[in-house]
């Protein structure tokens, strides 16, 4: 099993020393390290500083959002990032949600399945570069057909080469059918709330995953003697997602506790949190939820956990970093003694 250090995206200001901490994760063996967006800091630039700065580690966005650049915009970046870091690069993308894509984008949400698919096939296109691109699509249109075109659009090959024809993809994916569409089409699937103990859940989806295809979870890592308290970040987590990210009809992250049989749970967390009773919804979060998802506790019970991790399908645990500096470093290097 595989470590990746995530160091997500920026809040009120850059992460403290985020180009330390990448440095440090290459020089104890993690073989990846992730930058995410939102709706603030972008997934590319820190990893352009991280790729000037480093030498070995894989460089990988987690998530970048389909709905900020077009698939040739999208494919531009990485081939260039992937030139400037010897051929480190590997894209972790996702659809994101209504609110982000509505409300920050400006664009439609509208199929997102198939909205996944004709981007895919767009981008591989691009990085190939074995014809001018010509793509036709319910959602995207190379060269543009439609409203006010002007018919002096044509198919285009990107000017540079790519240093590889295919750089890797992974999709950030929560619903059966997204999940099933990364194992048919994608180099790997990143789920953000993932237990060893429940992976049968998805056995449907991935039935068609090849050999080598990538499974890099999200599992937060807390080391603490007292659980509760190591409990506690993880839960605060899961109540937002619950009621704070998503429609209230239509969450992706409750519909997906409902399939890991935490339905009437994540019910209720939801209705805590609508009626403004946030610190009771934390509360309201199972402990045995945030538990099966997360690496908790004093080490020797993080040490013992690990082995059903090691058991699962989960290729590559992705830890998320402290707010502490030296508390995220002390974190890495327990699990890389353990793990690399």
Same mark, same amino acid.
């Given at each position: ?47 352009? /500083? ?24 999208? /494919? ?16 972790? %993308? #996702?659809?994101? *949600? ?7 984008? #400006? ?10 698919? +004709? ?14 691109? +010509?793509?036709? *699509? ?14 002096? #659009? ?25 999940? /099933? ?6 180099? *790997? ?14 056995? +449907? ?8 295809? +990538? ?12 659980? !509760? ?28 506790? *409902? ?7 994540? !019910?209720? %967390? ?21 538990? !099966? ?44 003694? !353990?793990?690399?």
């Amino acid at each position: 099993m595989k470590l990746g250090l995530h160091l997500g995206y920026w809040q009120k200001q850059p992460t403290d020393r985020f180009l330390e901490l990448a440095q440090a994760a290459e020089k104890m063996g993690f073989d990846s390290v992730f930058t995410a967006e939102a709706y603030g800091s972008d997934c590319f630039t820190p990893l352009a /500083a991280i790729a000037a700065t480093t030498s070995k580690i894989r460089l990988c966005t987690g998530v970048m959002q389909l709905s900020a650049r077009t698939p040739a915009c999208a /494919a531009m970046t990485a081939m260039t990032l992937d030139h400037l870091s010897n051929g480190r690069l590997c894209l972790g %993308v #996702g659809v994101s *949600g209504p609110q982000v894509v509505e409300g920050w984008y #400006g664009q439609q949400f509208k199929r997102p399945l198939e909205r996944t698919r +004709e981007w895919l096939d767009i981008f591989q296109q691009v990085v190939a570069r074995e014809a001018p691109v +010509e793509f036709h *699509g319910s959602q995207y249109n190379l060269p543009y057909q439609g409203p006010n075109n002007l018919g002096l #659009g044509k198919p285009l090959k990107s000017i540079t080469h790519p240093l590889r024809k295919k750089i890797p993809v992974f999709l950030g994916a929560e619903g059966p059918k997204n999940i /099933a569409l990364a194992a048919e089409k994608f180099d *790997g699937w990143m789920p953000i709330f993932v237990s060893p103990y429940r992976l049968n859940i998805f056995d +449907e989806s991935l039935a068609n995953k090849p050999d080598n295809f +990538e499974i890099n979870a999200m599992v937060n890592c807390i080391v603490n003697d007292n659980l !509760e308290d190591a409990m506690y970040p993880g839960k605060m987590t899961m109540a937002l997602y619950l009621g704070g990210m998503g429609a209230r009809k239509d969450n992706f992250h409750k519909n997906l506790m *409902g399939r890991m049989g935490f339905g009437d749970e994540a !019910e209720k %967390v939801q209705d805590l949190w609508y009626d403004g009773k946030h610190d009771e919804a934390i509360k309201a979060v199972p402990d045995a939820l945030v538990d !099966e998802i997360s690496l908790l506790g004093p080490k020797e019970r993080i040490r013992e956990r690990l082995q059903d991790w090691k058991k699962s399908d989960v290729t590559t645990l992705m830890i998320g970093h402290r707010d502490h500096f030296e508390t995220s470093i002390d974190t890495m290097e327990f699990l890389a003694n !353990e793990l690399v």
